[in-house]
């Protein structure tokens, strides 16, 4: 009986056999078997253009600025890891507004005794730099000073002791540190520094603090009206609690409803003159 025929009468089915094609001579040398034929479209083969320009080639799903994560992690790196500046000075910040002032020969006035000092600066800062600190220090005791006025802090202008813009001044140069450097005693071309203090000054233009004193003025007149008219109100309500009189004709006093031309006993009570002699 065949095989076959014994796999129909038993259980077990037969014994399976593989059956391999004939390795071709060119995969024979690289010790494997070839797969399958594939035909690939012409179309396939071209590579599509990317749509993003941002796309960096070769990396799918990054941008340009992926490119950049090992210069920005080495950049912040620096920072994170850096010593504290060894050149460094002391800023006296101030708040005054445009006016001639009597006290200093200068050409604004403090107001809302507003002053800050701010120790331990880098003198490499730059113009922006100063700025920014000087803005971040005062700008808020300004909007306390003269909380409810609608502030444009943007036409706002940081001055130094001399009443030099540092806006105008040019970024990236060191503003202080050249009035740091003095001469050194060892030789007459070496300097050294020395650290100083610098007077800034956030200045509000003269137009915009005449609109906060004329808001001011409105301000204290419309405060003083409503006092008055509050304590016109208080006086009437204890006026009203003294004298029943004025509160209608519901109250306990017997005589509150009395007309002024009755006497105390009425209209028909004629006097004592009246009474006969006889």
């Known amino acids: 009986m065949s095989e076959w025929r014994k796999s129909i009468a038993t259980i077990n089915p037969p014994r399976v056999v593989p059956f391999l094609s004939q390795p071709s001579s060119s995969s024979a040398h690289i010790g494997r078997i070839s797969g399958p034929d594939i035909a690939v ?153 020395k650290t100083k203090q610098f007077l800034l000054m956030v200045v509000v233009p003269a137009a915009q603090w005449s609109e906060y004193e004329a808001w001011l003025d409105k301000t204290e007149e419309e405060n003083i009206l409503r006092e008055q008219l509050q304590r016109h109100r208080s006086i009437i309500t204890v006026t009203e609690e003294r004298d029943p009189r004025t509160s209608g004709t519901n109250s306990e006093d017997p005589w509150a409803t009395q007309q002024e031309d009755e006497g105390p006993f009425g209209l028909d009570f004629k006097g004592p003159d009246a009474l006969s002699t006889v």
Not at 115 to 126: M, P, Q, S, T, Y
Not at 165 to 185: E, G, K, T
Request: hydrophobic content about 35%.
């Open 41 to 193: 479209p012409l179309s396939w083969q071209q590579l599509p253009a990317s749509s993003n320009p941002n796309m960096v080639s070769g990396a799918a799903g990054y941008s340009v600025h992926h490119a950049q994560y090992g210069l920005e992690r080495e950049r912040w790196a620096k920072l994170a890891y850096a010593p504290p500046p060894a050149e460094t000075i002391t800023l006296e910040i101030s708040a005054v507004y445009e006016g001639n002032s009597r006290k200093k020969s200068g050409c604004g006035i403090n107001f809302g005794n507003i002053c800050e000092g701010k120790k331990d600066i880098d003198a490499r800062l730059d113009a922006p730099g100063l700025i920014q600190i000087t803005l971040d220090t005062i700008l808020p005791k300004i909007l306390t000073f003269g909380r409810g006025f609608p502030w444009c802090t943007e036409e706002f202008v940081v001055r130094d002791a001399t009443w030099v813009d540092l806006s105008r001044h040019l970024p990236a140069i060191p503003y202080f540190l050249a009035q740091c450097l003095v001469q050194s005693q060892c030789g007459p071309k070496t300097t050294t520094f």
